[in-house]
């Protein structure tokens, strides 16, 4: 009689230690939501805060403005710093133009006419110095222009012979290392020009609006708290004797004190490698000493019933696993 109590008792806690395992694991926390900062990357006076707290906005949708003005202007100047290095840069690589090389042709063949007149004066004054004819300071003032006119005539070759050959390569690589500096410069000036407004990196709702128009901001200064809509976390804890029963990919589903007919579907997404003591949030006398691991439910498709911080039931089923669960483990 002893032994079938027994064998009785037994088999009833086997029957619902399996199911227990079958059920999965119960677990409870919280709703942990994302939040962004939003601030400028540039500092300067707000001009418009486009959203008021509660509001809903799209990602890439502009949040605030900065007095743009002296940004535009900064583009202004660069933009012609730009076309004038541009056009510099041109100059070079285009070389002389036609006319000026036509211009320095002419210099030479004057001074080459010149040239050959002062030689023939040259050999009559030089006839008529040694005869007695002249005198010799005349003979010594047509020597000296025969020797201008020789160096103006080399300096005008040299002249055609630049004017062939274009500006050196040393300078026409300055002036496309300037052309390249204009460029970087408007690009930065553009880029400040678009940093003067923010734009919503994500899908969310306004959460906090902290500064308001015609405030003077600093570079990073928050303006605004956008709260994400996606993704949607459960921060829950596991005891180190149930770690081995979860696994990311795990289904679960979650509960919350106002629909605790209407569960939320969602996945184990991230388990912690690192041992911790229980939060005070959940702590009691019997679980203060003991050692959890942090775990994150990510819940997928959520309806904005959950909040930041709500308490959760999280039932895991490691018998099921949602596509969305296998797609992000």
């Given at each position: 009689m002893v032994l079938l109590v027994v064998g009785s008792g037994l088999g009833?806690?086997?029957?619902?230690?399996?199911?227990?395992?079958?059920?999965g694991l119960v677990l409870y926390g919280n709703v942990d939501i994302r939040k962004v900062?939003?601030?400028?990357?540039?500092?300067?006076?707000?001009?418009?805060?486009?959203?008021?707290?509660?509001?809903?906005?799209?990602?890439?949708?502009i949040v605030a403005r900065l007095d743009a003005i002296p940004?535009?202007?900064?583009?202004?100047?660069?933009?012609?710093?730009?076309?004038?290095?541009?056009?510099?840069?041109?100059?070079?690589?285009?070389?002389?133009?036609?006319?000026?090389?036509?211009?320095?042709?002419?210099?030479?063949?004057?001074?080459?006419?010149?040239?050959?007149?002062l030689r023939l004066e040259y050999r009559r004054s030089r006839n008529l110095v040694q005869s007695g004819a002249i005198a010799r300071q005349t003979f010594d003032n047509v020597t000296a222009r025969l020797h201008e006119a020789e160096a103006r005539l080399a300096t005008a070759q040299e002249g055609l012979r630049l004017a062939r050959e274009g500006?050196?390569?040393?300078?026409?690589?300055?002036?496309?290392a300037n052309l390249q500096a204009a460029e970087a410069s408007l690009a930065l000036a553009r880029t400040r020009l678009d940093?003067?407004?923010?734009?919503?990196?994500?899908?969310?709702?306004?959460?906090?609006?902290?500064?308001e128009p015609g405030a003077?901001?600093?570079?990073?200064?928050?303006?605004?708290?956008?709260?994400?809509?996606?993704?949607?976390w459960v921060r829950a804890y596991v005891e180190e004797p149930d770690l081995g029963r979860v696994h990311p990919g795990m289904a679960a589903e979650i509960f919350t004190d106002t629909r605790p007919d209407q569960p939320y579907f969602g996945h184990v997404g991230f388990i912690s490698p690192e041992a911790e003591f229980t939060p005070k949030t959940v702590q009691t006398e019997t679980l203060r000493t003991r050692l959890v691991y942090q775990l994150r439910i990510i819940v997928?498709?959520?309806?904005?019933?959950?909040?930041?911080?709500?308490?959760v039931t999280a039932k895991l089923n490691p018998s099921r696993q949602t596509g969305a669960s296998r797609r992000n483990r």
């Open positions: 009833y806690w086997l029957l619902h230690s399996s199911n227990g395992n079958a059920e900062d939003l601030s400028f990357r540039v500092g300067g006076r707000i001009a418009d805060v486009l959203f008021e707290e509660g509001d809903r906005v799209e990602t890439g949708q940004y535009r202007d900064e583009e202004r100047l660069a933009l012609a710093r730009y076309r004038q290095a541009d056009a510099a840069l041109q100059k070079m690589e285009a070389g002389s133009r036609p006319q000026e090389i036509a211009q320095a042709e002419a210099s030479v063949r004057e001074r080459r006419a010149t040239l050959q007149n500006f050196r390569a040393e300078d026409i690589a300055a002036a496309r940093d003067s407004q923010i734009e919503a990196p994500a899908e969310g709702i306004i959460l906090t609006r902290v500064e003077i901001v600093r570079t990073g200064q928050t303006v605004a708290v956008l709260s994400l809509i996606d993704p949607i997928d498709n959520p309806d904005q019933g959950l909040r930041q911080g709500m308490p």
